[in-house]
């Protein structure tokens, strides 16, 4: 398990199909990353109610009103899964 503090500091990538969900959540910073990555941000009934696609290191997310955890992806994710603002997500653990 990655701590709330460092998510993904310190990896050179998120090899395809992970991804970090971190609660209580509704904003990022991607100080120190090394890589892009998309970034869900989801309510209490798992909606999406924002998304950024390929949020660049060193950048800061605006504060998402309504969002309760974030889900970070690799970037393209979104595109290529066509995730859209609205849509309904389920978290199933492994």
Known sequence: MVSRGFGLLGRSTLP???????????SVITFFMRFP???LFVDAHGQVVHLIHALRPW???KMVRGSKYVVELPAGVLRAT?????????IVPA
């Open 82 to 90: 066509e995730t859209a603002l609205g849509d309904a997500i389920e």
């Open 37 to 39: 990555i998309d970034v």
């Open 16 to 26: 395809e199909g992970a991804g970090l969900i971190i609660r209580p959540c509704n």
């Open 59 to 61: 950048r800061t997310s």
